[in-house]
Structure formats: C-alpha cells, structure tokens
C-alpha cells in the first residue's frame, strides 16, 4: 500500500489496484509521548476509536443531512477490525477526474481566478450553512478538499470531506448535550479559518437568519420578477446578505438588511434619481421591498472590476460626469471609495452603493450611522472639520485621484453635508486616531493591515490640514 495522507494521529493508504483507501492509526514510530499513549489504548478500543467513532457518526447523518450535502463523504464506507492495526476505515478513494489527489480548499482558493474563487467560497458558505442547520460536529474546516471532474481547475467540481473526526477532546463534551453550542463553535471555526487561511473575510448569518432571508426570497421574489437567487455574501455589517440571480431574464445583485431597513428604502429612491438623471454612470435600480427586513434588487455590473484594481487615470472623464451628476441632482454620496466605482462593459464608469447617500433637500441620515460615528472615518470617507464631520464628494474625489486636480476645483464646496458631533463624541474619535498610531508602530510593515491603518490615518491628519 501507498501512503497518500498522513495526520497527527491517523494514516490513510491507498490499496494497489483498487479505488479504496485504509484510513486507521500510525503507527508509534514519529509521534510524541501523548499520542502514543493515546493511540495504544484506543486502537483496540470499539467504542473510543477514532475510526468507529468517525463511521458511527457519518451513518447517522445519513438520516439529517439532505442527500446532495451528505454526498461530501465518501461513497463507500466499511468498518473493519485487525488483530495488528486494529479498528480502520475502508473507504472509497478520492480522486480528480485525472486520476490526482484533491487539493485542500484553501489552496485551491488562492490558486483560483477571481470568478472560480468566488464560486468555491459559496460552495464552501452552503455546506457551512448546512451542517450549521443540522448542528454537524465539524470542527475541522481544513480537512475540506476540491474535487476536478478532470485535473485541477478542469471542469466542474465538488467539495469532500474524508477526514471527519467528530469526538471532542475536551474533558468536558458539552457540545455534546447543546445544539447551540455546536452550532456556535462551528461557525467559529469556520470563520476563524477562512479569515487566517483563504484570507477572504467571512462572517456568516446564523442559520436561523439565514433561513429566514431564503425563505422571504422564496416567497416574494417570483412575484417581483426574480429567479434564480444564490447566497453569495453574508453580514457585511450593514448588510446582512447578497443574493445574485435575475430579474426578468436580467442579471441583478439583491441586498437585504434587517440592521438599517432604511438605508435600503434611501438607496431605491437616491440611486432610482441618479439613473433617471444619467443612465450611464450609475446602474438601473429595479425593485424595492419595504420592512423591517427590506431589500433592493439593483443592476448586476457584469466583470464588476473596481478602481482598485484598474487604473483610474483612464477614467477622468467619467469621474467628472459623475460629480457633475450628483452636484446636478442634489445628492451627496457619502461613500466615495475606489470600490464603489465599477468598470461597466461598455467602458464608463459607474457608482454603486447609495445606501447612505444624503438628498440635500431633507438632509435626512440613517439612524444606523448617526449611532456609529466612529463608523463614519473607518469605513466611510468623512473627514472631521471643526464642528463635527463633513462630507464633499468633489473633495474626495479630488482627493482619491490627484491627477483630477484643477478640473473638478470649481465644484468642490458647492454641495457640502455635516454632522454635528456632541465634545464627549469628537473626543472618543481623537483617541481612536491615536490608538490607531499606537497599533501601527505594532503592525508589520506592508501588511495589509498596516495598509488599512495608514489609509485611516490619512482621513484624519488630510480632515485635520483641511
């Protein structure tokens, strides 16, 4: 037999000319004092063994996982006994369509192109959801693997699981006796996870939520001309999930919220003005559901590339057109970022994201942000004047892009938003700038995180010279 995967405490050897796999304990050669002690009491042990323990708990899930989540395990399963090895798995093999041995999620993910990458992370969100759901004690996210139908990034694909350890350690299985806590600590891990190894930020709903926003979709979509909706972004803060699908044959993105309904029933009403004014520059908006749990369904920008990645310098006409709009309609966006500009397929550039935009008319805010006033310098571009903050989509945009300079001078200052901050506010802000200095001088340089740090800090110390 042929080793094809090695653990801390179990092998798995592939049988020669078979598609089945042995997956039982190593032997006490090259472990540590602990395991080998622990692997000679429980390699005989029925009830103990890794290995029965992991065969027990797959058939029983059998019964609570739907047939296309419980197809992650494998097909073929025995439990055999022997009188050297004791207590292994037969199992079938794993392989790609070419014959290679799956790769970790996490490697692939960060080997994929933008769009596979995308669909791996919501395949992986569904099976998290799933066994969420069904509070599966899976604790090991990094045991999940990519199965190709041909070789690696060949055809379609599929998610597999064939090290599933489901006995806690701990001295204490409470996990045991509590769903909830199951569910908890899977998400945890989960999260924990792609944050450190596939370095994309994930935060998902609990399953409950999530339910309830597939169920609202269900029910109201077909109604409103939609078809098709996929999960494909959770609890982005404000946010609590992004459906993509169609909206009469049409491709479209839905964003729902329960945290700030009324920063969505804002976005149908401003981003609606704006592609009345100027269909070219900002996407069509096409439908609204009012409510304590709101949502919009808004064009899809097909590629979806953002002036993060893009070189702006192509694009200056565009962004004139765009503050010219907005100044035309009366409208301040509040959010000009690089991300919120997306390259459309006929080349222009459109905004995106009027959520908690400001119609100069009212000048009405989202209750939401007026509770997180540190929220407007972390996440969005305010600077803080005098009195309290500001808000100039011609400034920051001639700030965002100083090849602009001189060409957009003229509108800066004509539509201008503040807020008011109570002193007890602006001092809780002035010892946030500091306590992000403080973290900086403990932050590797050019790592992302230190990145972050210095674009914060440059709203501040540019509000503060302003």
Same mark, same amino acid.
């Given at each position: 037999?042929?080793?094809?995967?090695?653990?801390?405490?179990?092998?798995?050897?592939?049988?020669?000319?078979?598609?089945?796999?042995?997956?039982?304990?190593?032997?006490?050669?090259?472990?540590?004092?602990?395991?080998?002690?622990?692997?000679?009491?429980?390699?005989? @042990?029925?009830?103990?063994?890794?290995?029965?323990?992991?065969? @027990?708990?797959?058939?029983?899930?059998?019964?609570?996982?739907?047939?296309?989540? #419980?197809?992650?395990?494998?097909?073929?399963?025995?439990?055999?006994?022997?009188? %050297?090895?004791?207590? &292994?798995?037969?199992?079938?093999?794993?392989?790609?369509?070419?014959? /290679?041995?799956?790769?970790?999620?996490?490697?692939?993910?960060?080997?994929?192109?933008?769009?596979?990458?995308?669909?791996?992370?919501?395949?992986?969100?569904?099976?998290? &959801?799933?066994?969420?759901?069904?509070?599966?004690?899976?604790? @090991?996210?990094?045991?999940?693997?990519?199965?190709?139908?041909?070789?690696?990034?060949?055809?379609?694909?599929?998610?597999?699981? %064939?090290? #599933?350890?489901?006995? /806690?350690?701990?001295?204490?299985?409470?996990?045991? !006796?509590?769903?909830?806590?199951?569910?908890?600590?899977?998400?945890?891990?989960?999260?924990?996870?792609?944050?450190? &190894?596939?370095?994309?930020?994930?935060?998902?709903?609990?399953?409950?939520?999530r339910a309830a926003w597939d169920a609202i979709i269900a029910e109201k979509g077909p109604g409103m001309g939609l078809s098709g909706c996929r999960a494909f972004l959770e609890n982005k803060l404000v946010n609590d999930i992004f459906y993509e699908g169609l909206f009469n044959?049409?491709?479209?993105?839905?964003?729902?919220?329960?945290?700030?309904?009324?920063?969505?029933?804002?976005?149908?009403? !401003?981003? /609606?003005?704006?592609?009345?004014?100027?269909?070219?520059?900002?996407?069509?908006?096409?439908?609204?559901?009012?409510?304590?749990?709101?949502?919009?369904?808004?064009?899809?920008?097909?590629?979806?590339?953002?002036?993060?990645?893009e070189p702006a310098d192509g694009f200056g006409d565009d962004l004139v057109a765009i503050v010219d709009a907005l100044h035309g309609a009366n409208v301040v966006h509040r959010d000009i970022l690089p991300s919120n500009f997306l390259v459309a397929p006929d080349g222009h550039?459109?905004?995106?994201?009027?959520?908690?935009?400001?119609?100069?008319?009212?000048?009405? %805010?989202?209750?939401?942000?007026?509770?997180?006033?540190?929220? &407007?310098?972390?996440?969005?571009?305010?600077?803080?004047?005098?009195?309290?903050?500001?808000?100039?989509?011609?400034?920051? %945009? @001639? #700030?965002? #892009?100083?090849?602009?300079?001189?060409?957009?001078?003229?509108?800066?200052?004509?539509?201008?938003?503040?807020?008011?901050? /109570?002193?007890?506010?602006?001092?809780?802000?002035?010892?946030?700038?500091?306590?992000?200095?403080i973290q900086r001088m403990f932050t590797r340089p050019g790592s992302r995180k230190r990145q972050s740090i210095d674009r914060r800090l440059e709203r501040f110390s540019w509000s503060s010279s302003s």
């Open positions: 037999m042929t080793e094809i995967g090695k653990g801390s405490r179990r092998v798995c050897l592939r049988l020669p000319d078979s598609r089945l796999c042995v997956k039982r304990y190593r032997d006490d050669d090259g472990v540590g004092e602990t395991v080998k002690r622990e692997i000679a009491r429980f390699r005989f @042990d029925r009830r103990r063994s890794t290995c029965a323990q992991e065969y @027990d708990y797959i058939r029983s899930l059998a019964a609570k996982l739907p047939p296309e989540v #419980f197809a992650v395990f494998p097909e073929t399963m025995e439990l055999r006994d022997d009188p %050297v090895h004791g207590w &292994h798995l037969v199992e079938s093999l794993v392989l790609n369509g070419d014959g /290679s041995v799956p790769e970790r999620f996490s490697r692939t993910c960060r080997a994929a192109d933008a769009d596979t990458r995308q669909r791996l992370l919501c395949a992986f969100r569904d099976l998290a &959801h799933a066994f969420e759901a069904a509070a599966v004690r899976f604790y @090991d996210p990094q045991n999940v693997l990519v199965q190709w139908e041909g070789g690696p990034f060949e055809g379609a694909f599929r998610l597999r699981i %064939v090290d #599933f350890e489901p006995a /806690s350690r701990a001295f204490l299985p409470v996990d045991l !006796l509590c769903p909830a806590l199951r569910r908890m600590k899977l998400r945890r891990r989960v999260r924990r996870y792609l944050w450190q &190894h596939v370095a994309a930020k994930y935060n998902p709903l609990p399953w409950r939520e044959g049409k491709p479209c993105i839905v964003k729902c919220s329960s945290r700030a309904p009324e920063s969505i029933e804002n976005e149908y009403e !401003l981003a /609606s003005r704006m592609h009345a004014a100027d269909p070219v520059h900002f996407p069509d908006v096409y439908a609204f559901s009012p409510g304590p749990m709101a949502f919009v369904v808004v064009e899809k920008i097909a590629g979806g590339r953002s002036l993060e990645t550039l459109r905004l995106i994201d009027f959520q908690f935009a400001v119609d100069m008319a009212v000048k009405k %805010v989202d209750p939401w942000l007026l509770r997180r006033p540190a929220y &407007h310098f972390l996440v969005f571009a305010a600077a803080m004047g005098p009195k309290g903050a500001w808000w100039d989509d011609a400034a920051f %945009v @001639d #700030f965002l #892009f100083p090849f602009l300079r001189g060409r957009i001078a003229s509108r800066i200052g004509r539509l201008r938003f503040e807020i008011p901050f /109570s002193p007890i506010v602006r001092i809780r802000l002035g010892l946030l700038a500091g306590c992000m200095k």
